[in-house]
């Protein structure tokens, strides 16, 4: 029965081979250059609110088209809007990026979506979606949306009004068009047709946004409707391309508590490794200090600030300090090159870096030095926020530190954590019983004393240190006392 359904299925799968084949093949006007299978486009995903874990997918993005060196940028946008101040940063982060930059409007681009569009070079949207309506508005304490005074609304409208009109020049967009997004009381008018009346604020749907206009046939504001991604990659001219698609790493939310609270997760860092250096084996307080640091690396990944290389530079800061003071005391290069490397990484792990972006001015690119301003490619990195997390955290570690210096190797707290185990470590009882045994013996230091080092009493080689005096390998010293575990020594 019905006989001819088989040969109609396979003609049909035929035909759908040959569209699929259709859709990768590149296009006779591909631009000329690199061959299509040479190019590289990264698509990155815009969605749910215009908050930080959104800006941590796009900087992660841009650095890896950049590092790609990826010929296009599509954001592939559906948001109904978000914070301005994480949107201005987004607008920076895309001026990065050399290549071309596309917004693909997937379904909406609401609010800060729309302000996002414009700051790249073309807009295309798919079948039935929508842009614009970006009013700033005010959000409640309860988190809906409340009134926003008419004087702050003036103020705001000003702000983003000069903000977005930079990037609408800048890429070639009516200005009024967008104006009429954000100010409602702007009205938009094109061949004598009011697109947008006094008082609305400006809401465009697919068709809409390309309808033409004037002599010279310009449209609105978006250059196309395309089906999907794959269509508007051949649009583009990049048919064949490879296309990267960039994944949320699904704790970009994590990211933003992590980087929210990273002073403290410094401080509990040092404090735990300073506790960790003062008592005898390894144990909880290592354990908690290399936790938070790791925590704190973290958060610079996830927000797309800098790689997970700096854990590993971190890591070799600490060997060589550990180096210094338990294998070769008093060498002082080591231990100074491996706070070095901490100071380095914790301050590189949280800096925002962008590959192939020159830190000193690089010239007019033809081996001519330029003196001036114009010409210059000049991107110095933002160090201020990990020096000022760093600060913060030092700052609060002096007098923690010091209150820990002077009372916790008295508690029982300090006695149960570095008790003796099933490795032998000794208690801390046994270890005062020593060092108040030793009190005014003399002995010969066997390195330098710079102003640590160690000393040889009788049979038994120890850790001292001086009161800030350099003593030369050799000479004969005698305790006067200990500062936590290190003999305190004079020369005799």
């Given amino acids: 029965m019905k006989t001819w359904l088989p040969p109609l299925a396979a003609l049909a799968a035929v035909l759908a081979s040959l569209g699929q084949a259709q859709e990768l093949e590149a296009p006779d006007d591909m631009p000329l250059g690199l061959t299509a299978a040479q190019k590289k486009v990264y698509v990155v995903p815009v969605r749910e609110d215009i908050m930080p874990p959104i800006l941590y997918v796009i900087r992660r993005g841009v650095k890896e088209a950049m590092s790609a060196e990826a010929d296009c940028l599509i954001l592939d946008m559906e948001t109904n809007g978000g914070r301005v101040d994480i949107t201005e940063e987004i607008f920076d982060i895309i001026g990065k990026f050399k290549g071309e930059t596309v917004t693909y409007v997937n379904k909406d681009a609401y609010s800060a979506g729309a302000f996002i569009a414009v700051a790249t070079e073309k807009i295309y949207m798919a079948p039935q979606s929508v842009i614009g309506a970006a009013a700033p508005i005010m959000m409640s304490p309860t988190g809906g949306v409340s009134e926003m005074p008419s004087t702050m609304e003036v103020k705001m409208n000003s702000a983003i009004r000069a903000k977005i009109r930079t990037q609408a020049e800048k890429n ?130 996830v927000s797309g600030l800098a790689g997970i290389e700096w854990v590993g530079i971190f890591l070799v800061g600490v060997a060589l300090v550990a180096v210094e003071l338990f294998l070769l005391p008093g060498t002082i290069f080591i231990g100074l090159l491996g706070v070095v490397c901490i100071f380095v990484a914790l301050i590189m792990g949280m800096t925002d870096m962008y590959p192939n972006m020159p830190w000193f001015p690089a010239g007019d690119g033809n081996g001519n030095s330029v003196p001036q301003i114009e010409g210059i490619h000049f991107a110095l990195p933002d160090f201020s926020r990990p020096i000022r997390d760093l600060l913060i955290a030092l700052a609060l570690s002096v007098p ?89 020594v004079i020369e005799v």
């Fill in 400 to 488: 923690i530190i010091w209150a820990l210096a002077k009372y916790l190797p008295q508690t029982a707290l300090f006695a149960a954590f570095t008790s003796s185990a099933a490795s032998g470590v000794e208690s801390v009882a046994a270890v005062a019983a020593e060092l108040e045994s030793r009190l005014g013996q003399a002995g010969t230091s066997t390195t330098p004393l710079n102003p640590g080092g160690k000393v040889m009493f009788g049979d038994a080689l120890c850790n001292v240190i001086t009161q800030g005096e350099m003593i030369a390998a050799g000479t004969p010293v005698k305790v006067i006392g200990h500062r936590g575990s290190d003999l305190l």
């Fill in 172 to 301: 070639g967009y009516a200005v009024d068009v967008i104006e009429a997004m954000v100010d409602k009381t702007k009205k938009l008018e094109r061949d004598g047709k009011i697109i947008c009346e006094e008082g609305d604020i400006l809401t465009l749907t697919n068709l809409e946004a390309e309808a033409k206009y004037g002599e010279a046939q310009t449209r609105l504001l978006s250059s196309g409707t395309v089906e999907s991604i794959d269509a508007l990659i051949i649009e583009l001219g990049y048919g064949g391309s490879q296309r990267v698609d960039v994944a949320p790493l699904g704790v970009e939310a994590l990211g933003t508590w992590i980087n929210a609270i990273s002073p403290i997760l410094l401080l509990i860092g040092i404090i735990g490794l300073y506790i960790e250096f003062k008592t005898a084996g390894f144990g909880v307080f290592g354990a908690v200090g290399i936790a938070a640091l790791v925590l704190y690396f973290f958060g610079g990944y």
